[in-house]
Protein backbone atom coordinates (compact mmCIF):
# COMPACT_ATOMS: atom_id res chain seq x y z
CA UNK A 1 0.00 0.00 0.00
CA UNK A 2 1.17 3.69 -0.80
CA UNK A 3 2.38 5.32 2.67
CA UNK A 4 1.17 8.46 1.25
CA UNK A 5 -2.33 7.24 0.13
CA UNK A 6 -2.93 5.51 3.33
CA UNK A 7 -2.06 8.77 5.45
CA UNK A 8 -4.15 11.17 3.30
CA UNK A 9 -7.10 8.49 3.76
CA UNK A 10 -6.27 7.77 7.10
CA UNK A 11 -6.66 12.25 7.49
CA UNK A 12 -10.29 12.33 5.94
CA UNK A 13 -11.45 9.44 7.97
CA UNK A 14 -10.00 10.71 11.66
CA UNK A 15 -10.18 14.86 11.23
CA UNK A 16 -11.07 14.65 15.34
CA UNK A 17 -8.42 12.10 16.16
CA UNK A 18 -7.63 10.74 20.08
CA UNK A 19 -5.07 12.63 20.96
CA UNK A 20 -4.58 9.52 23.66
CA UNK A 21 -4.20 7.12 21.20
CA UNK A 22 -1.20 5.70 22.10
CA UNK A 23 -2.26 5.08 25.79
CA UNK A 24 -5.57 3.57 24.50
CA UNK A 25 -3.32 1.38 21.93
CA UNK A 26 -0.96 0.38 24.87
CA UNK A 27 -3.83 -1.09 26.64
CA UNK A 28 -3.45 1.07 29.54
CA UNK A 29 -6.61 3.31 29.90
CA UNK A 30 -10.17 3.49 27.96
CA UNK A 31 -12.31 6.14 27.50
CA UNK A 32 -15.95 6.80 26.67
CA UNK A 33 -15.08 9.37 23.73
CA UNK A 34 -13.24 7.08 21.74
CA UNK A 35 -13.93 5.30 18.52
CA UNK A 36 -12.30 2.91 16.91
CA UNK A 37 -11.85 1.70 13.12
CA UNK A 38 -10.09 -0.12 10.78
CA UNK A 39 -8.32 1.51 7.64
CA UNK A 40 -6.14 -1.18 5.56
CA UNK A 41 -5.01 -3.86 7.49
CA UNK A 42 -4.38 -1.46 10.57
CA UNK A 43 -6.50 0.48 13.23
CA UNK A 44 -7.15 3.97 14.40
CA UNK A 45 -9.00 6.06 17.25
CA UNK A 46 -10.93 9.06 16.88
CA UNK A 47 -13.10 11.42 19.38
CA UNK A 48 -16.48 11.06 19.15
CA UNK A 49 -16.74 15.07 20.72
CA UNK A 50 -15.13 18.05 19.56
CA UNK A 51 -15.78 19.03 23.99
CA UNK A 52 -13.31 16.22 24.83
CA UNK A 53 -10.94 16.62 22.32
CA UNK A 54 -10.85 19.88 23.62
CA UNK A 55 -9.91 18.99 26.99
CA UNK A 56 -7.76 16.13 26.38
CA UNK A 57 -5.54 18.57 24.37
CA UNK A 58 -5.51 21.35 26.94
CA UNK A 59 -4.22 18.28 29.29
CA UNK A 60 -1.34 17.21 27.19
CA UNK A 61 -0.52 20.65 26.53
CA UNK A 62 -0.18 21.35 30.31
CA UNK A 63 1.37 17.82 30.71
CA UNK A 64 4.02 18.51 28.03
CA UNK A 65 4.78 21.83 28.85
CA UNK A 66 5.60 20.55 32.58
CA UNK A 67 7.51 17.40 31.71
CA UNK A 68 10.25 19.31 29.47
CA UNK A 69 12.98 17.86 31.98
CA UNK A 70 11.64 14.34 32.59
CA UNK A 71 11.57 13.74 29.18
CA UNK A 72 14.88 15.45 28.24
CA UNK A 73 13.46 18.55 25.76
CA UNK A 74 14.02 22.14 25.42
CA UNK A 75 11.98 23.37 23.19
CA UNK A 76 8.13 22.59 23.64
CA UNK A 77 7.79 22.79 19.65
CA UNK A 78 9.61 19.96 19.25
CA UNK A 79 7.88 16.78 18.45
CA UNK A 80 8.29 14.10 20.81
CA UNK A 81 9.25 10.62 19.67
CA UNK A 82 6.77 7.17 20.20
CA UNK A 83 8.45 6.72 23.37
CA UNK A 84 8.27 9.96 25.11
CA UNK A 85 4.70 10.44 24.14
CA UNK A 86 3.47 6.97 25.36
CA UNK A 87 5.48 7.95 28.55
CA UNK A 88 3.55 11.48 28.53
CA UNK A 89 -0.07 10.05 28.00
CA UNK A 90 0.36 7.02 30.21
CA UNK A 91 2.21 8.75 33.01
CA UNK A 92 0.30 11.65 32.92
CA UNK A 93 -2.91 9.68 32.93
CA UNK A 94 -1.93 7.55 35.64
CA UNK A 95 -1.12 9.88 37.69
CA UNK A 96 -4.23 12.04 37.09
CA UNK A 97 -5.83 8.77 38.39
CA UNK A 98 -3.75 8.64 41.60
CA UNK A 99 -4.24 12.09 42.67
CA UNK A 100 -8.29 12.34 42.06
CA UNK A 101 -9.12 8.67 42.99
CA UNK A 102 -6.63 8.78 46.15
CA UNK A 103 -4.80 5.64 44.58
CA UNK A 104 -1.70 6.17 46.36
CA UNK A 105 1.12 4.46 45.09
CA UNK A 106 -1.02 2.07 42.96
CA UNK A 107 -1.66 1.91 39.43
CA UNK A 108 -4.22 1.05 37.90
CA UNK A 109 -6.02 0.74 34.48
CA UNK A 110 -8.27 4.10 34.01
CA UNK A 111 -11.52 3.07 32.70
CA UNK A 112 -12.73 6.24 31.16
CA UNK A 113 -10.22 8.80 30.24
CA UNK A 114 -12.54 11.31 29.78
CA UNK A 115 -14.80 10.71 32.71
CA UNK A 116 -11.29 11.32 34.72
CA UNK A 117 -10.79 14.83 33.40
CA UNK A 118 -14.06 15.99 34.00
CA UNK A 119 -13.01 15.06 37.74
CA UNK A 120 -10.10 16.78 37.52
CA UNK A 121 -12.19 19.90 36.46
CA UNK A 122 -14.71 19.38 39.22
CA UNK A 123 -12.10 18.96 41.69
CA UNK A 124 -9.84 21.80 41.10
CA UNK A 125 -11.77 24.01 38.99
CA UNK A 126 -9.06 24.09 35.86
CA UNK A 127 -6.63 22.01 34.72
CA UNK A 128 -3.89 24.55 35.56
CA UNK A 129 -4.51 24.08 38.86
CA UNK A 130 -3.38 20.49 38.68
CA UNK A 131 -0.60 18.94 41.52
CA UNK A 132 1.72 18.59 38.26
CA UNK A 133 4.51 17.71 40.71
CA UNK A 134 2.44 14.37 41.58
CA UNK A 135 1.51 13.88 38.34
CA UNK A 136 5.07 14.09 36.54
CA UNK A 137 6.27 11.55 39.41
CA UNK A 138 4.22 9.03 37.22
CA UNK A 139 5.64 9.94 34.12
CA UNK A 140 9.13 9.75 35.42
CA UNK A 141 8.01 6.09 36.57
CA UNK A 142 6.88 4.94 33.65
CA UNK A 143 8.87 2.37 31.30
CA UNK A 144 7.59 0.96 28.59
CA UNK A 145 7.60 -2.55 28.15
CA UNK A 146 11.47 -4.10 27.73
CA UNK A 147 12.82 -4.94 24.04
Known amino acids: M ?12 NERFC ?16 ERFNLAEREGIYCKSDPA ?13 HSRFILKFNDEKELLSHAQALRLQVGGIRGLDQVIENQEGQVRYVEDIHTLINKAIDNYTNLNALPFSELMQQIAAFKGRKR
Not at 56 to 63: I, S, T
Request: charged share 20%.
Open 2 to 13: DQDAYRKTYQQM
Open 53 to 65: QAQCAELLELLHH
Open 19 to 34: LFEKCLFAGHAGCSQS
